[in-house]
Each structure stands twice: as C-alpha cells, then as structure tokens.
C-alpha cells in the first residue's frame, strides 16, 4: 500500500479534483488516494506498493481481465508482484494467471456453505479471498506453483484454539513449522525470504489439529503495482457480508489497499426475486466494512457485463433485461457513495453485445453468453486500465503536475513488502 498517499497538503489539495468521464469511467475524482499512491510511486518517492484489491464473482476469479489490467498498470508503475493467490484449489476448476495449484484429497474448501436451505459457516474467518482449505490429518499436503519470479512470500492461514501445525517448503526445503493453536480464531501470517525465482509452495499438516490455509502473496523488491483478484465463482454482493466482519477488517488492514474494487451484479441480476432495495442494501453493508477497515481507500463499482437469454419460443439471443437495471443500480450506489463506477456493459458496446460477441467467427464471449472468453476479457482488463491512466493522467493536470511523458526520470526505490508480516 502506499504509505505515503493520503498525507500532508499535497494529498488534502487532490480531494478537491473532480473529473469528467474518462471513457467508460465515472466519479475519477474519487481515486484521489489511488492516485496519489500511484504518483507517489511514479515520482520515485514511495517505500510501499500501490495495492489493488478486486473482490468479485467468476469473472474476477477467471482472472483474465484482472491479469490484463495487473500487467498494464505495472507496465508503467512499476511490478510490485503477483501479489494474494489461493493455495492448492480451493475449488473445481481453479485457475488464475501465474499459478498452478494442487492437493490431495485429505484437504477440502474451507468456505460458507448452503445446506438444506440455510448458510452454515457464516461470520467465520475466510481469509482475504473468502476460501481458504482444511485439513486434520497427518501428511495431508497442498501446493501452489508460482510461475512468477517473487524473493519474498508470505503465506496466511487461520488461528483457532483447536489449531494444528503444518509444515512449509519451498522448492523441496523446509523453511518453517507454524503452529496454529490460539486463544481465539483468527488470521495470521508468516513470511519468509527466499531466491528471486519462480517457487514451488508446498504445507504438510502435522496432524495434531485443525489446519486452515487461505493462500499465498508474491512479493518484488522494488515498490510498484499489485493487484489481487480476490473472485469466487456464483458469488454476490452478499457473499463477503457472511464472512466474519473482524476477520476481513484485520485481513484488510494487513494489506492495507489503496484502491478496493467491487466486481459484481451478474450473478444478482440472474437470480429471481432479488430486489433493488436487497441489493441496494449490500452494496451499502460491504462498502461501510470497507470503509471501517481501510478508511483512506478509494473505492470503485465494477459493474457487471453484458448478459444474453434466449427468448421464449425463440432460437435468437437478447439482453437479459435484468443486467441493465443492476448495472443503473450500481452507478447510483458508487455516486451515492463518493465511489468511481466503470461500465463494463457499455465498455462492450452495450445492449446485444454479449449476443454479438459469442456469435462472432473468432468470439470473445463463450456459448451461455455470460462469461466471456480470453480475448473478450483482455478487451475489457485493457480498457479498464487505460480508461483508469488517463483520469489519472487527468487528474495529474488538474493539479499542476507534470504529464507522464515530461515528468522528470524517478530515482529507483525498494520496499520489503506492501504486506507487514514476519516471520
């Protein structure tokens, strides 16, 4: 995070920007943190990362538009590292840029869950993401390859007072046992130094307790960008307010972002029944936890793409009319809120888009016309990005500074990690 975005005269002057559309992004002015931490880091001042958190559904969990807007930004601020990944798989399918995971079949996903009509699980301590995995028994093991080069890591587990030990190596060579036994449930972390190279990451639990492993964080030397894609598929807005409020607060202090993203409205707007007033009422929810835990943090309303259903007694693909209500929905909230709002529906070409791209010769979208493949995600993570770099390049001007192209060359700078654990 940014440690100095948000102090002194310079950052009280950047909230009195305001900022026209920038593309498909509205309410820019209220990035000033993000900003200044990005100029901060730019102008070769900053000792911390600039940290981007994105929580979100599928398509934040796919991490193919994330992953576009990741490198883009550290392209030109700076790579600050892969930053928060699961560790082995969290769920069928898992996958995410960079990282192979696996486990044996003694670990499962440590998550809320629905049974038999009710949530059972919920206001427990999930870890950043909101999944981790568990286990309790001897030799049970899960691994993470990090295809990226990172010489420091950090890995975040639970604490529990029926908490076991687990074992960590890297690359084959023990570096640690952590013991998770503690008077009350809650995150920790453990860091540890290692080669700058790609690593294998791998826990064996002792088997003398309850072990709960959340995930993985890659950090660079040098101060730059980090962006985690924290999506679970079929989640909504609702989904992080069941998680245990303490526990995120203190997951998100540790990090500490400067920009929180929130990626939702698909699946709300495919589930009947769902009102605007129970939405409404979520985004207010997670946006007064953000807002508790991370006060300094700008925040920005993602809203959801383009969604097609078949029309009844018909074989052609329209606009499910619902996503358009979500996605006007979710521009109030973000205004109502000093929140930025990025219209991805419209960043597409808006009503039909989703039906044009899955029907294109090469498509961009996949066959049930609500998620998108490789390409069409990349379209959108670039535009994002480059929309978010000329308000920021905007808001630049408003303040005097000098353009990207005139400012004068930063000296280099280093940070031991945008994240404060230890070993």
Known sequence: AGAEAGEGPEASSAQAVVLGPM???????HLAHAFQALATLEEGRAHRDVLVVQYGDSHTAADLGVSVFRRALQARFGDGGRGFVPLGRPWKGFGADGVRGSMDKAWSPAKVKFHKG????????YGLLGIGIETSEAGASASTDLLVRAPRLELAYAENPRGGSFDVFVDGSRVGRIATRAPAPGPAHF???VADAAHHVEVRAVGDGEVRVFGVAADRPEAGVVVDALGINGAQIFTP???????????????APDLVVLAYGTNE??????????IERGYVDMLGRVARAVPSASCLLLGPTDLARRTRGRSDWKTWPRVQEVVALERRVAEAAGCAFYDQMEAMGGEGAM????????SRASGDRVHLRRSGYAQLGA???????????AWRAARGLFPGAARPPAAPTTTSSSRAGSP
């Open 269 to 278: 707007a495919l589930e009947p029944g769902l009102t605007d007033a129970q």
């Open 355 to 362: 039906a044009q791209w899955a029907s294109e010769p090469q």
């Open 191 to 193: 860091a540890y130094e």
């Open 241 to 255: 307010l069941r998680w245990g409020e303490a526990c995120v607060a203190a997951e998100l202090e540790h990090v």
């Open 23 to 29: 593309g498909h992004l509205t309410g820019a002015g």
């Open 118 to 125: 009710a949530f059972v699980g919920e206001g427990g301590c």
């Open 383 to 393: 535009g994002f990005a480059a929309d978010v770099m000329h308000a920021y390049d």
